[in-house]
């Protein structure tokens, strides 16, 4: 069980190391989400109460932390999971009365124009954010002064940059490493909206290493073996964090 005790890491993410690791396995849809989550909050002003927008929610570990450890009311939005799945998790949780489960694709989402506080996206965003008119879709269903706050798959330089995806990364992820871009590419595609000034845009430290912890302790864990798991072992141990990372980028609504 080595692995899976490695993942309780107090100096850096003290807020996640007191959630149960294999609780966080059996919810795995990606890196870890609270790492994420809680080195991203770092750059937010998350305050009790607030009504805050999970985009990309999957299986709701995010969606609980962000309930736990920042008093918000939440509403958990995800195209992949049944509504009625999440609702589960938050009730064993016991954050079922301050999270609510919404099955939705981020393209029609059903709010009201200017009804969150606060909107947030964990290793999601990728997926649905990247097109030019999308910044100016999600802003509308934030308050003014509302804060955004992403973290996502990043390069350290730009593919168009390069001239080609490595190969490394192309064997296991093809042409959705196009959607993985640098910090700086979030900052110039969000500001020059002029709908939002960005607050921060950086790349996580030693992402790659914890992309890889994590992933040794889930192909741990799995009945099946780590068979699922080993091509992206072998990605992120060739990479060496050389252009793998993830980008934190957060923005305040003008």
Not at 40 to 67: E, I, N, Q, W
Not at 102 to 129: K, M, Q
Not at 192 to 199: A, F, Y
Not at 211 to 216: A, E, F, P, S, V
Request: proline share 7%; hydrophobic share 45%; aromatic share 12%.
């Amino acid at each position: 069980m080595t692995a899976l005790n490695d993942l309780v890491r107090p100096d850096r993410y003290p807020r996640s190391s007191r959630y149960d690791p294999a609780w966080l396995v059996g919810l795995d849809m990606g890196p870890h989400p609270l790492w994420l989550l809680e080195d991203l909050a770092r750059d937010l002003d998350l305050r009790p109460g607030m009504r805050v927008l999970d985009l990309g929610s999957g299986k709701g570990a995010t969606s609980v932390f962000l309930a736990r450890e920042y008093g918000v009311e939440v509403v958990a939005a995800d195209w992949w999971i049944p509504a009625e799945d999440a609702a589960a998790v938050f009730a064993e949780a016991g954050v079922a009365d301050r999270v609510t489960a919404v099955r939705t694709e981020a393209h029609v989402l059903p709010f009201e124009p200017e009804s969150f506080d606060a909107i947030v996206s964990i290793d999601a965003f990728e997926y649905f954010g990247t097109a030019d008119g999308y910044l100016p879709y999600l802003v509308r269903f934030l308050r003014p002064g509302g804060q955004l706050g992403i973290a996502t798959p990043a390069m350290t330089r730009e593919v168009r940059e390069l001239g080609a995806i490595p190969a490394h990364i192309k064997r296991v992820v093809g042409w959705e490493a196009l959607a993985w871009h640098t910090p700086e590419w979030w900052r110039f595609q969000w500001e020059i909206t002029e709908l939002v000034e960005v607050t921060s845009a950086r790349l996580q430290q030693d992402a790659w290493r914890d992309w890889l912890l994590w992933t040794r302790a889930c192909a741990e864990q799995r009945p099946e073996g780590p068979g699922a798991d080993q091509p992206v072992i072998d990605m992120l141990t060739e990479d060496g964090g050389a252009y793998l990372s993830f980008a934190l980028v957060t923005a305040r609504k003008k």
